[in-house]
């Protein structure tokens, strides 16, 4: 028998399933017609959220069915969510919404060496392709293709990528790496990697970070699917009352002197967050 109580069986299985979900996502995206009109972004759309599910959900849940057959390697993935991490998870990003925009920024302007100009050049045709193809199915003008928008961009890449990322990779690297951190920010390095968005990647990097600290602490899932897909929503609502009002997204932004403010406030509320998660441990090891 196949024993997946050993990590690099583990990983084999992984590696099997994401290559069997990448090979059937790309077959189902090559049949999708590249022109612009509705019905073809809408299809476009549906290609996306099928490459999302056969590419993260499908592996990630028949791992974690075939692994716990054997050992249970996903305790924490719990399916709980209360309304106190709701709350948090709310006041986080309100906070930090200014501070994310500085980063954003920063890392878009990003240039590299002279004697680097090949891959820069490389890195912005990726870019450019990957931003082109975003701003194609992001764009809604009526209520129904934004619902649909929040249902592609928002909610199944948060079910998807937290189930691989936090609920498997996260998982599976803490029983090799002992120190959490250098679990949670590996894990957020590889989350960042795999969108091809090199001038995107810090400000996902540490997305993923704030993701990783929050399954943690927070030992759900749901926690982190919430997190992910307001992340994504807020993208998406956003472009959506830009159409609405005229108004050019790339050029609303906050007062650039919030972010130092900003800043201050999300450390504080990560420590309260930290605080209010490590004292729920401590009530239930009371009550035990």
């Not at 189902?28 to 972004?41: E, K, M, R, Y």
């Amino acid at each position: 028998m196949f024993d997946l109580k050993k990590p690099i069986n583990q990983l084999a299985l992984m590696l099997f399933l994401l290559g069997m979900g990448i090979i059937l996502a790309s077959v189902a995206i090559a049949f999708v017609p590249q022109n612009n009109d509705l019905q073809n972004v809408n299809m476009l759309r549906i290609s996306q959220m099928m490459a999302q599910l056969l590419t993260f959900f499908v592996p990630s849940m028949l791992l974690i069915y075939f692994t716990n057959q054997q050992a249970p390697l996903y305790p924490t993935l719990l399916w709980n969510l209360s309304w106190k991490n709701v709350g948090w998870v709310l006041l986080l990003f309100l906070v930090s919404m200014p501070l994310m925009e500085k980063i954003i920024a920063w890392n878009e302007a990003l240039t590299l060496p002279q004697s680097m100009k090949a891959i820069e050049e490389w890195m912005r045709m990726q870019e450019n392709e990957m931003t082109a193809l975003t701003d194609k199915m992001i764009q809604a003008t009526s209520v129904p293709e934004l619902l649909l928008n929040i249902l592609v961009m928002a909610i199944v890449p948060a079910i998807c990528e937290e189930l691989l990322f936090r609920g498997v990779l996260q998982n599976w690297l803490a029983q090799l790496i002992s120190n959490k951190h250098v679990v949670i920010w590996l894990t957020a390095i590889i989350f960042s990697a795999i969108h091809i968005q090199f001038y995107g990647f810090v400000p996902r990097m540490l997305l993923g970070a704030l993701l990783g600290y929050l399954f943690v602490w927070t030992k759900s899932i749901w926690v982190n699917i919430f997190a992910h897909f307001l992340n994504n929503a807020l993208s998406v609502v956003s472009v959506y009352v830009c159409y609405l009002t005229h108004q050019d997204c790339k050029e609303v932004s906050f007062l650039p002197s919030w972010w130092s403010l900003s800043l201050l406030l999300t450390i504080g509320v990560i420590f309260l967050v930290y605080r209010s998660t490590h004292k729920s441990c401590e009530v239930v090891s009371t009550d035990n």
